[in-house]
């Protein structure tokens, strides 16, 4: 079933760049898209979660955001060059959601799924947070952190539309969609600088 058959409105997940995304993902991007501050917020707030065991980076870069590294961690992103750059990965897979929301891994295969400021590019994201509860572990977490930055021609209408609260209430409909996951926990992180919220939930 096709996320504009669940919960959301017609165009809710058009873009204005309609293009390929592996276009616009093709330059490397060796940057941070959050200030330092909001850096810092999602890092305290993957210590609370207990990211230490086999962790999946969903929609990686560069830098996964960690305090400290995991048992083992996989991330899969756009850009080969800046996976390649992640130092602490084990495992890099290139993957484009939007096209194939389908994660190449084996069910129950993680403890932890994390997914850092990138939940509002995705164009089908009721099929992957049930791909990504598929490949979580019994009583694992998908963790979800995002801000109010974004590049705007590849976030969805919807996520545009709407403000930080309404960001929140997004994040909790894919999850209620889904219908893989316990009730979510949503919370506003301490930031002093950009605001950053959280929105995490255990797999069914």
Known sequence: MADTDLTFPRGFFDRSDARDDAVFYGPPRLVQHIDDAAVAAVSAFYDEVGVDGDVLDLMSSWVSHLSTPPRHLTVLGMNHAELRANTWAHERVVHDLNADPTLPFADAAFDTVVNTVSVD???????????????????????ITF?????????VRGWLATDDAGHVRIVE???AASGAFAEPVTEQRPSAGDPLFAVRATRL
């Not at 099929?127 to 963790?143: D, I, K, N, Y």
């Open 147 to 155: 801000s109010n930055r974004c590049f705007p021609t590849k976030a």
């Open 173 to 175: 409909g894919y999850f």
């Open 121 to 143: 590019y995705l164009t089908r994201p009721v099929e992957v947070f049930r791909e990504v509860a598929r490949v979580l572990r019994p009583g694992g977490q998908f963790a």
